[in-house]
T-cell receptor, first 115, second 112 residues
Framework: AQTVTQSQPEMSVQEAETVTLSCTYD???????LFWYKQPPSRQMILVIRQEAYKQQNATENRFSVNFQKAAKSFSLKISDSQLGDTAMYFC????????????FGKGTSLLVTP | DAEITQSPRHKITETGRQVTLACHQT?????MFWYRQDLGHGLRLIHYSYGVHDTNKGEVSDGYSVSRSNTEDLPLTLESAASSQTSVYFC???????????FGSGTRLTVV
């Protein structure tokens, strides 16, 4: 199975600041999909952003953007202008394109946004 | 609006009992999944299905089973509950590539 590694178990950032969450993965495939999910204290899993590996351009969704470095197998999430509502667990996930639709998740990064 | 619902939201059961967690989706997705979430492990795949009568084992399938008799439902059964199965369980569905998952709100199961 593909390995997804999130090396930062916990992070903290002040409101209005920018924070970057790291994710690396291991695969021998050339095409795949990468995702970031947010899990606030409510427990609901929310899709934040998606990246298709064959696209060079980094995905962006409002204050959330990714830095996708395919050669380095890195997929970091940048949150700009952090808000208190961004406090959550964030999961990086990998999906193959040639064998089913199962998502392989990292262990997560707990982000705390402080006033 | 389409949705995916899990029930119950919380459950306490005794060791050795059979337990079934329900998952129902109205997205008309062929692909459905069960994960468990444990601190320090993230989400791990238990079972998945790509259509009616199709079921497959994930990485942590021991002690669990699923059946798919229609598109909407994928119930997860713990044959004989064990304390190691105390966890939060998530059901999800997907339309396939390039989409991600839509998740249910989870079931917190405690085995005492």
């Amino acid at each position: 199975a593909q390995t997804v590694t999130q090396s930062q178990p916990e992070m903290s950032v002040q409101e209005a600041e920018t924070v970057t969450l790291s994710c690396t993965y291991d695969t021998s495939e050339s095409n795949y999909y990468l995702f970031w999910y947010k899990q606030p204290p409510s427990r609901q899993m929310i899709l934040v952003i998606r990246q298709e590996a064959y696209k060079q351009q980094n995905a962006t969704e409002n204050r959330f953007s990714v830095n996708f470095q395919k050669a380095a197998k890195s997929f970091s999430l940048k949150i700009s202008d952090s808000q208190l509502g961004d406090t959550a667990m964030y999961f990086c996930a990998f999906m193959r394109t040639n064998s089913g639709y199962a998502l392989n998740f990292g262990k997560g990064t707990s982000l705390l946004v402080t006033p | 609006d389409a949705e995916i619902t899990q029930s119950p939201r919380h459950k306490i059961t005794e060791t050795g009992r059979q337990v079934t967690l329900a998952c129902h989706q109205t997205w008309n997705h062929n692909n459905m999944f069960w994960y468990r979430q444990d601190l320090g492990h993230g989400l791990r795949l238990i079972h998945y299905s790509y259509g009616v009568h199709d079921t497959n084992k994930g990485e942590v399938s021991d002690g669990y089973s699923v059946s798919r008799s229609n598109t909407e439902d994928l119930p997860l059964t713990l044959e004989s509950a064990a304390s190691s199965q105390t966890s939060v369980y998530f059901c999800a569905s997907s339309a396939g590539h390039p989409y991600g998952y839509t998740f249910g709100s989870g079931t917190r199961l405690t085995v005492v």
